[in-house]
Antibody, heavy 120, light 106 residues
Framework: EVQLLESGGGLVQPGGSLRLSCAAS????????MTWVRQTPGKGLEWISR???????YYADSVKGRFTISRDNSKNTLYLQMNSLRVEDTALYYC??????????????WGQGTLVTVSS | DIELTQSPSSLSASVGDRVTITCRAS??????LNWYHQRPGKAPKLLIY???NLQSGVPSRFSGSGSGTDFTLTISSLQPEDFAIYYC?????????FGQGTNLEI
């Protein structure tokens, strides 16, 4: 069974940093692209970053230059380093596995999410 | 960025009903459109990918259609577990974007 388990969320002050982790199991982690999506009551679902299986990285403009996605294939773990955090980064952060259908990215499954709160 | 607009924003229906949700893209996205639903307190779950392909393990009462800018998700006979929020998402261009959601209520 494919499982994704996020961790690392918490309360941080504006300008601070956090690193989220997503531990994967049940599939050949290194063979799949992985994605981070966040959710807020006000803005709904927002795609924020993708890391292809070949190492290509992509970011939403809202986080570009502040967030860094990476992976450790030896640990089957995806990361999201978040720097210069803003109040508007407050959200539930999900990692998700790409389905692997060539040319048609889609996200399944998703982890349970980790909550990030940016507040003074 | 490609904007996705779902309609309706909310929908009341009954068990056994046939329902349709639409998603309109601000530009052509070919068939690069996915559908998810999200039950309360749970993560989103993929239902349909590439506009019309049923994800493995998803019941056949779910179907998708469309191409270009207009897409639909149809549930042929609503079951109690289908009451959730439904989202469309485009994977045609980065940044991948989601619709605002359709709340399907009893």
């Amino acid at each position: 069974e494919v499982q994704l388990l996020e961790s690392g969320g918490g309360l941080v002050q504006p300008g601070g940093s956090l690193r989220l982790s997503c531990a994967a199991s049940g599939f050949a982690f290194s063979d799949y692209a992985m994605t981070w999506v966040r959710q807020t009551p006000g803005k709904g679902l927002e795609w924020i970053s993708r890391l292809s299986h070949r190492g290509g990285t992509y970011y939403a403009d809202s986080v570009k230059g502040r967030f860094t996605i990476s992976r450790d294939n030896s640990k089957n773990t995806l990361y999201l380093q978040m720097n210069s955090l803003r109040v508007e980064d407050t959200a539930l952060y999900y990692c998700a596995k790409d389905t692997g259908v060539r040319g048609f990215p889609a996200f399944d499954p998703w982890g349970q999410g980790t909550l990030v709160t940016v507040s003074s | 960025d490609i904007e996705l607009t779902q309609s309706p924003s909310s929908l009341s229906a009954s068990v056994g009903d046939r329902v349709t949700i639409t998603c309109r893209a601000s530009q052509s996205i070919s068939n690069h459109l996915n559908w998810y639903h999200q039950r309360p307190g749970k993560a989103p779950k993929l239902l349909i990918y590439a506009a019309s392909n049923l994800q493995s393990g998803v019941p056949s009462r779910f179907s998708g259609s469309g191409s270009g800018t207009d897409f639909t998700l149809t549930i042929s006979s609503l079951q109690p577990e289908d009451f959730a929020i439904y989202y469309c998402q485009q994977s045609y261009d980065i940044p991948y974007t989601f619709g605002q959601g359709t709340n399907l209520e009893i």
